[in-house]
């Protein structure tokens, strides 16, 4: 039988997007202001930086342990 490689998807955008998203979203309702959404925007991005570097386990650093 042949041994199949594994597809590796990179998620990372996914978790951007979202970030974004979302602080787009909170910033807006709060703040009622272009600013308010531009600063949603950037802690969004920020929290899902962190999330990502933090908290997400990947399988390579994983294995390599």
Known sequence: MEHQEEKKINTDPIFY????????????????????????????LFIAMFFLNALVKRKSEEEAA
């Open 17 to 44: 997007i979202i970030g974004a998203f979302f602080g787009i979203l909170t910033g807006g309702f709060c703040f009622k202001s272009f600013w308010g959404v531009v600063g949603g925007l950037v802690i969004g």
